[in-house]
Structure formats: C-alpha cells, structure tokens
C-alpha cells in the first residue's frame, strides 16, 4: 500500500548525488524537523521529467520555499551517477536535492514502486509529489499512469 497522509516517512539511507560524489543521505534526518517537498519521477533523462517535472521545481523553488518548504528533493530509481549527470544537464545546483534510489528500497518502502519490466525499464517509481512536515506525509499526489497533473510543482503550491 501507497504511503498516505499521516504515515511517517521510511527510515532508511539512500544516496544523495552531489558534485563531489554519491553521499549518503539519512531519510530521518533529513526529514527531521522541517517541511519537505519529496517528488518522484519515473526516470532521470526521460522525457516529462527533463522537460517539465524538474525543471518545474527549478523554477517555483522560490515560491515553494516563500511559503515554508525547507528542502525540495527529487528522486528516482536511478544511481547517484545517473542522477548527477542529469541535475548537471539540467544545470541544477543547490535549488533541488537529488536522491538515487538505485535499487528501488526507498521507492518500495514508500509503497510507490512501479513494475514496467515489460517495457524494458525494470521497477520504477511511480511519477509523484508529497510533501512531509516533520518526517510525517501531509499531503500526497500519485499520478495515474502517463498523467501529470498531481505531482506538479504547481500542485504541490496549491497543497501547502
């Protein structure tokens, strides 16, 4: 089952990418006490991700942090490489946290993977927004498969 509003966030390490290299990131410690906006894409480098999910975060970061969001993350069943090539492509600096979840743990922790084996892309995650205050869910929107309505950046603006 899906994590809702209410429930506290997985406590586990998963990776950061920085410009110095993979660094771990503890998920209690990084929720600690602050208001989080975590989304989830299905893949770095993939076409509504670079074009519009990311970028949309770059660009209401301001508005987002105006109205009390500590941290803006980004994740995806990727490795930290992966997802340092993709925040340099998308020229990302310090606007949005990077998190690699390469193997899928944190994705499955939080009851949002997707399988699309099928396709050829093996276990993703599911494309969403939520935002946690505290370490605790708020507010959580999965988008139905090829949507893009509820994880927005502009969503997430409107749930706060």
């Known amino acids: 089952m899906a994590i809702q509003p209410g429930d506290a966030i997985p406590v586990m390490s998963i990776q950061q990418a920085t410009p110095e290299g993979p660094q771990a990131l503890d998920t209690a410690a990084f929720f600690a006490g602050r208001t989080?906006?975590?989304f989830g894409v299905p893949g770095a480098f993939t076409p509504t991700c670079s074009a519009k999910h990311l970028p949309g975060f770059v660009t209401?970061?301001?508005?987002?942090?105006?109205?009390?969001v500590n941290a803006i993350a980004c994740m995806a069943v990727n490795d930290s490489f992966v997802m340092?090539?993709?925040?340099k492509d998308q020229g990302?600096?310090?606007e949005v946290t990077m998190i690699a979840d390469g193997s899928a743990l944190f994705t499955k922790a939080l009851g949002l993977e997707l399988d699309l084996t099928a396709r050829g892309l093996g276990v993703r995650c599911q494309r969403f927004g939520l935002i946690?205050?505290?370490g605790k869910v708020t507010h959580i929107g999965v988008e139905a498969p090829g949507g893009f309505e509820v994880s927005t950046?502009?969503?997430?603006l409107a749930a706060l």
């Open 92 to 94: 990302i600096t310090d």
């Open 60 to 68: 209401h970061a301001a508005a987002l942090k105006a109205k009390g």
């Open 153 to 156: 950046a502009e969503a997430m």
């Open 132 to 134: 946690a205050k505290d």
């Open 36 to 38: 989080v906006v975590l």
């Open 84 to 87: 340092s090539a993709w925040a």
